[in-house]
């Protein structure tokens, strides 16, 4: 497989790669660690997969509905549901918008189920009722903390440690904001949907204090209640 841009992919696809005598046929699209990675790193496959993942378990979580609480059937979609859209969003998260409303309204679905509404009840007033972020909130919930843990070296995978670099480090002087992260200079889209670039910047953005939190237990709360609140200011009640 080769992974370049789609303007690329079409001047490149004639591409011919032999092992020994044979030609290597090429894939559009493969998993690999259970996320499907496609050509142009679109996401669309991996999206598609998760979809057929999460069907079946909604559709289960209807059936059962009517013989448990709001209470149970909200814990049955963190364990069973919530930990399926979650997966690998480190790597896929910062996918296209289509794919993340797509994403979105798989859990509009399951709190619907989950508190017997119908289509008419706003997102927003369910997501408070259940203590839910939305899925793009809950995927820069997931990155802050892992940027937190590299920054702090606090229980970070060992391939991460010195991953990003302070900017009072390199420019070898005490700036006014000590904890602020070097930002690569990617201009192209690509480069700035990139976890390197995206989480700096996502860190970079958050107040002073939240950066400055000495646990992550403390971080964890502060960043939840700032994206809950995010979620709220945001939110445009289409009903």
């Not at 930990?83 to 859990?107: A, T």
Request: with cysteine; glycine share 2%; aromatic share 10%.
């Amino acid at each position: 497989m080769i992974i370049a841009s789609h303007k690329a992919l079409k001047t490149n696809r004639d591409i011919n790669i032999f092992y020994g005598d044979s030609i290597v046929k090429q894939q559009r699209h493969l998993k690999y660690l259970d996320v499907v990675v496609d050509e142009s790193l679109s996401w669309n496959n991996h999206v598609s997969y998760i979809a057929s993942r999460v069907y079946p378990k909604l559709k289960l979580l209807n059936r059962i509905s009517s013989f448990l609480s709001p209470t149970i059937l909200l814990k049955i979609y963190k364990m069973t549901i919530l930990p399926i859209l979650d997966y690998g969003c480190i790597v896929w998260g910062l996918c296209s918008k289509k794919n993340s409303d797509f994403l979105e309204r798989l859990q509009n679905k399951a709190m619907r189920i989950i508190l017997r509404t119908n289509h008419l009840t706003c997102t927003q007033s369910m997501r408070e009722r259940l203590g839910l972020l939305t899925l793009f909130n809950r995927r820069r919930y997931l990155r802050l903390q892992l940027v937190y843990k590299i920054v702090n070296d606090y229980h970070c995978p060992r391939q991460l440690q010195g991953y990003f670099s302070l900017r009072s480090e390199l420019r070898r002087k005490a700036l006014r904001d000590g904890r602020e992260l070097h930002l690569p200079r990617y201009k192209t889209a690509v480069g700035q949907s990139t976890f390197e670039y995206a989480a700096a910047k996502e860190w970079n953005d958050l107040p002073k204090e939240l950066r400055a939190c000495e646990t992550l237990r403390l971080f964890k709360i502060k960043t939840f209640k700032l994206l809950i609140e995010s979620d709220k200011t945001q939110h445009i009640c289409s009903v």
